[in-house]
Nanobody, 124 residues
Framework: VQLQASGGGLVQAGGSLRLSCAASISTFSSFVMGWFRQAPGNKREFVAMNRWSGGRTYYADFVKGRFTISRDNAKNTMYLQMNSLKPEDTAVYYC??????????????????WGQGTLVTVSS
C-alpha cells in the first residue's frame, strides 16, 4: 500500500485548498481513509475520516463545517476540501489508511499506512 498526498501550499486566512491522496490499493473502496495533521511541536492529530465508500464520515470538532472529506473510487483518490482556513490550521497534513473499521479511528496508531505529508501554511 502506498499513499501520496499533495495539494498543500500557502494561502491567506479565509481561503481554500484541496488536498489529494492517491492510493495504490486494489480494494480502495473498502478501506478506511483518514486525514491527520501535525503542527511544529505538536502531536499528530485527527482531522477527518471516511469509513469506506458511501460510508459515514467523521470530523474533528475544530474542522466541522469547514472541511469536507471525500473519495473518488474510480481514481483511487481521497480528498480534503478545506474552506475558511485559519492560521491555526497551519500544519503538515497526512493521509492514512487501514483495511478495517476501528472505533479508535481518531488515533494515529490505528493506521498502518501513511502518505508522506503535504504542508499547509495559512497566513493571517
Amino acid at each position: 500500500v502506498q499513499l501520496q498526498a499533495s495539494g498543500g501550499g500557502l494561502v491567506q486566512a479565509g481561503g481554500s485548498l484541496r488536498l489529494s491522496c492517491a492510493a495504490s490499493i486494489s480494494t480502495f473502496s473498502s478501506f478506511v481513509m483518514g486525514w491527520f495533521r501535525q503542527a511544529p511541536g505538536n502531536k499528530r492529530e485527527f482531522v477527518a475520516m471516511n469509513r469506506w465508500s458511501g460510508g459515514r464520515t467523521y470530523y474533528a470538532d475544530f474542522v466541522k463545517g469547514r472541511f469536507t472529506i471525500s473519495r473518488d473510487n474510480a481514481k483511487n483518490t481521497m480528498y480534503l476540501q478545506m474552506n475558511s482556513l485559519k492560521p491555526e490550521d497551519t500544519a503538515v497534513y497526512y493521509c492514512a489508511a487501514r483495511d478495517r473499521w476501528s472505533t479508535s479511528y481518531y488515533s494515529p496508531i490505528q493506521y498502518p499506512y501513511w502518505g508522506q505529508g503535504t504542508l499547509v501554511t495559512v497566513s493571517s
